[in-house]
């Protein structure tokens, strides 16, 4: 099955700085890969995805790369603020029959220090 | 507020019970997805519905079932429980069974003595 490896476990910084986090998978025919910010407390909410026939996506301060090649994909935060202080979670999912079945990184603790 | 509710909140039980989890999909959402969150597992996919029919099954153990009812809610029933079922239990939902975006609920505490 899909294994997906999540890095760094914890990730802190000062205000304004970038914060850069990767994730690696392994099943080729994963196509769809999303990036979930977890506040204390709450579900996972979905912030930026981006799929396999793309190479890079930004919203705003987010943005997300792929490297369908080297099967990984990264997850860039510009302009950091306390606020982004959360868990972030990367997934992986494949699409036809098993397109539900999304296999999760362990997650990054973010801690933008003010 | 993502529009998914879950019930309850926690859930206080011992060892060898069983507990109903309910899930309220968004509105219109035909699909729902329950994963479960441990300190030392992460999240991990459970099981998956679409419209009152099994989807897609991930590592769910036998003394756990799911379903879907015409309403759409959804149950997950825990039976013979143990100590590491202790977990957040999380409930999503979605409108396609292969969907860009899945809405996630608050999530069931339950913690196991």
Partial sequence: ?114 | DSGVTQTPKHLITATGQRVTLRCSPRSGDLSVYWYQQSLDQGLQFLIQYYNGEERAKGNILERFSAQQFPDLHSELNLSSLELGDSALYFCASSDLPSPNEQFFGPGTRLTVL
């Fill in chain 1, 1 to 114: 099955g899909e294994n997906v490896e999540q890095h760094p476990s914890t990730l802190s910084v000062q205000e304004g700085d970038s914060a850069v986090i990767k994730c690696t998978y392994s099943d080729s025919a994963s196509n769809y890969f999303p990036w979930y910010k977890q506040e204390l407390g709450k579900g996972p909410q979905l912030i930026i995805d981006i799929r396999s026939n793309v190479g890079e996506k930004k919203d705003q301060r987010i943005a997300v790369t792929l490297n369908k090649t080297a099967k990984h994909f990264s997850l860039h935060i510009t302009e950091t603020q306390p606020e982004d202080s959360a868990v972030y979670f990367c997934a992986a999912r494949r699409g036809g029959t098993n397109a539900g079945k999304s296999t999760f990184g362990d997650g990054t603790t973010l801690t933008v220090k003010p």
